[in-house]
């Protein structure tokens, strides 16, 4: 197993420098001149003055020389300045990584809380009308698009009753009670969205446990429901929605862009949007590289849950 991590952890570097490479260059690829987007495309600059603030930004330089000092930097602790606000990005991002993990892992509980428990319902009530409702349910949650519906809870509330989501974050060691009501309402948005896929996967894998010869073993030996679905079936129903629940790790970082901008959330996602409207790269080089770190640790992770959840898994 550890010989297993080792070499995993060893593919993270091809990985990342894959995957920042292709996002240096292409963020590069947009239309619109960095500098004018940044000191104001309007200001009254000559071509001189242009260049002069180009090559104070060290965006004279070709982008492959800006992308290596880059990750020069990232090796020595340094993640760059920010073109725009000239503050260093290590600090910016200390501060809204927080948010965005209690967001994100706030999320990803709900959908497994709502999703496994009714999957499981809905398989052992297979074709009643308990099954019918949560596999409508569950369709509802997947065709629902999480900004549509989040637009919806902050607009519609406001104009009915004059009630809006709270806009001031206060962290959760210094105000529980207003961090949870603050951030409870997009995180319930994002877990539900999520949650459609996980329940209709695990109503699928129970139901085809539940048909194995060793779960009619177990009813045969007079085992009690509870026994037999949670002990015998559901351990080995969750292999699959485990791996599913890993490669949701992308889509929660999507849900949190989207979610944060609108709701005001002061996390990464937000950050990394005003980022890329401003063309600030190194903010979203810096950006990217840690949603792409989170990404793939959280696939090891899904891998070695897997020994875990079934005993027969080993890696060699």
Do not use: C
């Amino acid at each position: 197993m550890w010989s297993y991590i080792v070499r995993r952890v060893g593919l993270l570097v091809p990985t990342l420098a894959m995957v920042t490479v292709l996002v240096a260059l292409l963020v590069r690829l947009l239309p619109g001149d960095a500098v004018e987007i940044i000191i104001g495309q309007y200001t009254p600059l000559t071509h001189g003055d242009r260049e002069a603030v180009r090559r104070q930004l060290g965006l004279d330089k070709p982008w492959y020389e800006q992308y290596g000092e880059f990750v020069a930097g990232v090796f020595t602790g340094d993640w760059g300045t920010s073109l725009q606000s000239q503050q260093p990005i290590g600090r910016e991002l200390a501060r809204r990584l927080p948010v965005t993990f209690e967001l994100g892992l706030l999320a990803l509980i709900i959908s497994i809380v709502v999703a496994v428990p009714v999957g499981v319902i809905a398989a052992i009530r297979q074709d009643r009308w308990l099954d019918y409702l949560m596999r409508g349910t569950a369709i509802v949650f997947i065709a629902v698009p999480a900004f549509w519906l989040g637009t919806l809870v902050v607009v519609l509330p406001n104009v009915w009753w004059g009630w809006a989501p709270p806009i001031h974050y206060e962290s959760f060691f210094d105000d529980p009670l207003s961090n949870l009501y603050f951030v409870i309402i997009p995180a319930t948005i994002l877990g539900l969205g999520l949650s459609g896929s996980v329940m209709r996967l695990t109503r699928t894998q129970m139901l085809e446990v539940l048909r194995q010869d060793y779960i009619r073993t177990a009813w045969a030996k007079g085992l009690r429901e509870r026994v037999v679905i949670l002990r015998h079936a559901l351990r080995n129903a969750l292999i699959p929605v485990t791996t599913l629940i890993g490669l949701q790790v992308p889509l929660l970082v999507g849900g949190t862009v989207v979610l944060e901008t609108i709701f005001s959330v002061p996390g990464i996602g937000s950050y990394l949007v005003t980022a890329v409207n401003s063309r600030d790269y190194p903010v979203v080089q810096a950006v990217n590289l840690v949603v792409a770190l989170a990404v793939v640790l959280s696939n090891l992770l899904v891998d070695v849950l897997y020994a875990y959840l079934d005993p027969r898994i080993r890696y060699a």
